[in-house]
């Protein structure tokens, strides 16, 4: 088990996610890589965080990235996480012990997808509504406490919240672009 450390937005972490970012598209393989974006609540200004930094790669294929993919990111320090249940995804952690003290970066790998679209979303809808923030950060701090030791548990946790979100913003798209009615 985990523990779930939450600290306050440290502005810092664009950077390190540039500069991240850049030391992972040097080293994975050339064409592999659609897309990737600065995700979850480091990418928010203004959000508490856990202080890792999450990153997602959008590919062309998993199974490519499977075997191309693997090598390079372990050379970066990475751990791949083989035994990930969601077979469609890649999931990389840097700074597990004992190569260092704590995680720094995940990184997730993923063919485009809704799910992608979705992580995406739901952070420019934080972005963009400070109140949406101030809800989020109470659901954590309060998921913190409750699931001190298991970060899977806190995670699992903030997935019902997470969905509302995406539902009102879907809702609230509703019609748009849609042909006019016939009268």
Do not use: C
């Amino acid at each position: 088990m985990d523990e779930v450390e939450l600290v306050s937005h440290d502005p810092a972490w664009a950077a390190l996610y540039e500069a991240e970012a850049d030391r992972l598209r040097a080293a994975l393989p050339e064409g592999l890589v659609l897309r990737m974006e600065h995700f979850g609540s480091t990418a928010v200004p203004g959000l508490l965080a856990k202080p890792v930094i999450d990153i997602l790669v959008a590919v062309s294929s998993v199974e490519e990235a499977r075997e191309t993919a693997v090598g390079p990111l372990e050379a970066l320090g990475y751990a791949f996480w083989a035994e990930n249940p969601r077979r469609h995804r890649l999931f990389f952690v840097k700074g597990l012990p004992p190569r260092a003290p704590r995680r720094t970066h995940h990184v997730h790998m993923i063919e485009p997808s809704a799910e992608m679209w979705d992580l995406l979303l739901f952070r420019d809808i934080l972005r963009a509504d400070p109140e949406e923030v101030a809800r989020y950060a109470a659901l954590k701090r309060e998921l913190a406490v409750r699931h001190r030791e298991d970060r899977e548990a806190y995670t699992e946790a903030k997935a019902a919240h997470v969905a509302a979100v995406l539902a009102q913003a879907r809702g609230s798209a509703a019609g748009v672009g849609d042909p006019p009615a016939a009268p």
